[in-house]
Every structure is written in C-alpha cells, then in structure tokens.
C-alpha cells in the first residue's frame, strides 16, 4: 500500500510517521517551497504524546518542548484563583508540554526519510478509480496512491471531492499572540500555564522551547471578521488596552511585548462525512476547533495514528478494500471529534465569562478536572486496534 498525503503541517506530518511506525509507504505534498511553521505555540497533552512516544519521538520532544505542570491555574481577570488546570492523566502522568510550533515540525520531518517530502507541489487536482487514486500540482507533477489524505487545513483544497464545502464558521474573536524570552520576566513560573477569565476576553500565558520562551495568547471579541492567519501583524497597543485594569500580572507582561500577531478562530459544524473512496480528511480538513481545549493538534495527531492502524489492517487483509478502511476511520474517529469540538466551543464561553452568575463558571471551572483526565485518558492507539479486531471478527 502506498499512501499519498497532502499537507505538510503537523497533522500531515504526524500522520506520515504514524504510517511509516507501522511499515506503510508514504509521500507528503507540501505547497509551500520549505516546511515551516510561523512562532507560535501549541499544547501536546497526554492523549497524543503517548502516541509519538510510541513511534520513538519521546526524546526528541522532550529536548524541545517545556514541561507544564506545576503552579499552573485558572483566575478571575483581577487575578483571583478559580481553580487548579489539570495537567495529567488519571494515572498521575504529566505529558504535557508547550511547544514552538516550528519545533515539533522538525521534529516530525527528521523521522522520516527527505526522499519523503515534497515541497513545492500545490494540489490542483484529484481523480481516482479501481485500481487508485491520482493527484496533480500546479508545478505539473502528477502522483499515484492507493489512498490520499487530505490534510490541508480548514480551507481544504481537496474537501470538495469529499463534501459539498461550506464555509468555517467565524467565532466572533480574534486572538493575539506572540513570544517573550522567559528572561524579560525571571520572576515568572516557569512550568505553569495560567488563564484569567473574564469581561468577554480571555487571556493565557504558558512555556515553550525548553522553557526559553513564554508564549502568550489574548482571546478579543470583535464586530468584524478577522483572517484565519497566524502570521497577521496585530496591533500591539490594542492589544494592551485590551486588558487594562486586569490583574498586575498580565499588564507587566504586556508592558514588555513589542509586537505580536493576531488570528480570526474559525471552526465548522461537524462534516456528513469524511471519506469519499480513497480519499479521505485528517485534522482541520476534516474537524476544524476552537482553540479552547487546546486540542487542534491533538486530534489531529489521533486521526493520523487510527489511520495508520486500520491502513495497516487493510494492506494485511485482502478481504478488506481501502475504501472500507477508510469508512472504518471515519467510524472510529468522527465521533470523539465531534465531541472535542462541541466542548471547544462550551470551554471558550467559560473563559470568556459568557455566564449570568460567576459563581457557576466558577464551579464548572474547578470541576473540570474529571472531564480533562479523560480527554487525556484516551488511547487511539488501543481503541483502534480494538475496533480492527472487533469489526474484523463481525465483518
């Protein structure tokens, strides 16, 4: 089986080593002319590291990303304590990081043979019959797989072969974010990630790259749209105005940010489906979220891990057809996103105080530990296989 995925991002770059861990042939298509990723941060919790641990990039993340775990918790925007943020599963285990994005990238590429990746190739075209499946770029070159997935983000340039598109949904904020060296502000925690809630806004603070860099995100409303976009140019004194009068903490780190950059939040309503024959969405291209679980990435890599067990599953049984693996993806995958996507959005009115009465936030709030330890409980690994064998013995 030879598998063609579209999209050089984290999510097409995870799925490409999810599938090469479990011996499938892969080639990744990326439209820009090098892989990167513009600074920004990202969280990597336990439900997905576990899974790149597995595929032997255990240390190499751990080199790059920073630790999260102690001091880290929720306040109200004068800087009172709601609650603690819960960073470990039910076991106790902290596998939880903040990362560069550009650092887990690279890490992603290095796994896998250069021969691999593609640069340069924007896909203009898809067709597909019996015996495959073929891609064509704007730079002429034609490719041939037995499946292709599309992980090219939540403006897909291959979702209408799969659905009839329809537009992300603008969620009415647009976040501003940025970088700080950790040493601009030494008296900081180190290891924490802290959010102050309140007044429609939200604002987060947590580490990444080892701990040299603070990366910081203010959550806005505004009345017009804002590009989905994460190298935008924001603006650096609205941004501080934003949350004058908030706890001292967060107006003596926005006394030290010179520029940042602004994104739209953007997500959609979960798709009919996701597969069309031999093609199907991974990621954004499939279930784009708001960022209020910090879980984006997080499924992405899922989806690309239970894609690599069932793919490997069809090329080890004849009897089941790369359509049918892919309908079994959809199966297991689409209603766990569903889910996270669903509470993203439920999250994003807690932190933005969208309540009648605090208190009850509040309460939500502190209690949210039980429903985090089982997001990070999940085993896509463990799941998928159980699905294989389960829908194998029924089939």
Known sequence: MHVAVVGGGMGGLAAAVALAHRGISVAVYEQSAALREVG?????????????ERMGLGDALARVGARVGS??????????????????????WNGMYGMHRADILKVLADALPASSI?????????????NGARLTFENGNVAHADVVIAADGINSVLQKHVVEPSPPEYAGCRAYRGLLPADKLPEWRREAHQVWMGDGKHFMVFPVRSGELLNYVGFVPTKSETAESWSAVGDRDELAASFAGWDPRVTYLLEKVETCFWWGLYDRKPLRTW?????A????????????????????????????????????DDAMSP??????????????TSMVQAEARKNGLRYDSKYADLAQRDKEIANSAQFRRSLYDY???????????VEGATA
Do not use: W
Request: charged content about 20%; some cysteine; aromatic content about 6%.
């Open 323 to 336: 359509e049918e693996a892919l309908r079994k993806y959809q199966a297991l995958r689409q209603p766990r």
């Open 281 to 316: 969405l991974l990621g954004d291209a499939a279930h784009p979220m708001l960022p209020h679980l910090g879980q984006g990435a997080n499924q992405a890599i899922e989806d690309g891990t239970a894609l690599a067990v069932i793919l490997q599953a069809c090329a080890q």
């Open 71 to 92: 001091g880290s918790e929720y306040y109200r925007m004068d800087g009172s304590v709601v609650g603690k943020i819960t960073t470990t599963d039910s076991s106790g």
């Open 379 to 389: 085993d896509i690994e463990k799941e998928a296989l159980e699905f294989v064998r």
């Open 40 to 52: 920004a941060g990202v969280f990597i919790y336990p439900n997905s590291l576990r899974q790149m």
């Open 275 to 279: 597969t069309n024959g031999r093609l």
């Open 118 to 130: 593609h640069t340069g190739h924007r896909c203009v075209g898809f067709s597909q019959d019996e």
